[in-house]
């Protein structure tokens, strides 16, 4: 067992008290970051209480509750910042990466320490699986936000599609890894296949950055 609210406790301190040293990017980056450890720790919570409240397996919770929860809980931050403080397109994306980097750390530090840090094989499916399919899940929901935007089409359902998208991403990937040998070997490369994807749009997409 494993007590989460402490060890978020022992990785943000120091990056919270690291706000009043730096600025501008940095600043933003390393609050989105925090921002991402909190929503990972909050999202376990509701994810949690759903499974005892439901009856439902583990494993059908991660496949069904799970990608619904975590996706909600990581765009929420990114929406507050589009509609309130009007964030710019650039602006947004670094904040989604934040959030992306820090759910996806707290959440691999929290299984590496239930679980043991022993076999190489399993942390490099932490890093390069799980790690970087929370990171794809939000940049690429976030290039999509920049893009309705871009072509002024941002809309209530352009919001939910794109919220979607990532649902299915995080789903497809769950249900994949939790399969046999080699649908869990197409889920453990499916995030690093689609960060490369999401890279050479990138190229393009910086043509719409403000």
Do not use: Q, W
């Amino acid at each position: 067992m494993i007590y989460a609210e402490n060890i978020l406790i022992c990785i943000a301190v120091p990056l919270v008290i690291s706000l009043f040293f730096i600025k501008d990017k940095a600043r933003h980056f390393v609050m989105a970051f925090v921002v991402g450890m909190v929503v990972c720790l909050m999202s376990a919570y509701i994810s949690g209480f759903i499974k005892t409240a439901s009856g439902m397996s583990v494993n059908d919770t991660s496949v069904f509750i799970s990608p619904i929860v975590e996706e909600l809980m990581k765009f929420l931050p990114v929406l507050f910042a589009l509609l309130l403080f009007e964030a710019t397109s650039d602006g947004l994306l670094l904040g989604a990466t934040g959030i992306g980097a820090g759910f996806a750390t707290f959440e691999n530090c929290c299984h590496l320490l239930s679980t043991g840090a022993e076999s190489l094989t399993f942390i490099l499916i932490r890093g390069l699986a799980v790690g970087v399919m929370h990171l794809v899940s939000m940049i690429a929901l976030t290039m999509g936000f920049n893009l309705l935007k871009h072509y002024k089409a941002l809309s209530f359902s352009g919001i939910v599609g794109a919220l979607s998208l990532s649902m299915t991403f995080h789903g497809l990937y769950n249900l994949l890894v939790s399969g046999t040998e080699i649908s869990a070997s197409i889920g453990f490369v499916m995030p690093l296949f689609c960060s490369l994807l999401l890279y050479i749009f990138y190229k393009r997409y910086k043509l719409f950055a403000e």
